[in-house]
């Protein structure tokens, strides 16, 4: 159980296209889901939490109007990295919480050209 | 949330055990200590987690010190597919639903035939 899945696992893009990134919970409700980046031998840092029904909180650093955040039911919250530009290639992980647990999706990788 | 302190990478002969350290010498008294482990390309893996007492699960045991201020994850048969990015991670106390995970560098652990 807790399964967490993400979608597509990899997207390439031109450079000032718009990209959405699925996350949901397969076989759970989240009231809270997070997003996190992660670039080339870094560690994951956290971009946002994602609350059902509510505005999203972003992290210090993050442009809450260039990565949009909807999370629109207990089971989706959806990313969408706007006017994506080469420097916003990385690799984006959810994560969704579940009896004050946290479980992670795979991980989509975005590169832009 | 209280910092951690890993070494940034470890090695360790398949078979043997791997006794990762962590150094929380700020943790307060109701912070739990948590161990994620990445492996490559893939979302983070929950391995184990305590709050005073030392724990073991299929995966590993956590040993913490008494007064709390670090801690040692132990495999204690790595294998090849324990190659991973190990973190160590001090989080708020369970309930209200605000489980925000800060990640810091991690230890990189390298299993070797």
């Known amino acids: 159980g807790a399964v967490v899945s993400q979608h597509p696992s990899r997207v390439i893009c031109k450079s000032g296209t718009s990209v959405k990134i699925e996350c949901r919970s397969l076989?759970?409700?989240?009231?809270?889901m997070f997003w996190y980046r992660q670039f080339p031998k870094q560690s994951l840092m956290l971009m946002a939490t994602s609350n059902e029904g509510s505005k999203a909180t972003y992290e210090q650093g993050v442009e809450k109007d260039k990565f949009l955040i909807n999370h629109a039911s207990l089971t989706l919250s959806t990313l969408t990295v706007t006017s994506a530009h080469p420097e916003d290639s990385s690799f984006y992980i959810c994560?969704?919480?579940?009896?004050?647990?946290?479980?992670f999706g795979p991980g989509t990788r975005l590169t832009v050209l | 949330d209280a910092k951690t302190t890993q070494p940034p990478s470890m090695d360790c002969a398949e078979g043997r055990a791997a006794n990762l350290p962590c150094n929380h010498s700020?943790?307060?008294?109701?912070?739990?200590v948590y161990w994620y482990r990445q492996i490559h390309s893939q979302g983070p893996q929950y391995i184990i987690h305590g709050l005073k007492n030392n724990e073991t699960n299929e995966m590993a045991s956590l040993i913490i010190t008494e007064d709390r201020k670090s801690s040692t994850l132990i495999l204690p048969h790595a294998t090849l597919r324990d190659t991973a990015v190990y973190y160590c991670i001090v989080r708020p106390p369970r309930g209200g639903g605000y489980n925000k995970l800060i990640f810091g560098a991690g230890t990189r652990l390298a299993v070797h035939p």
């Open positions: 076989d759970f409700q989240a009231t809270t």
């Open positions: 700020t943790i307060s008294g109701n912070e739990y």
């Open positions: 994560s969704a919480s579940f009896r004050d647990e946290q479980f």
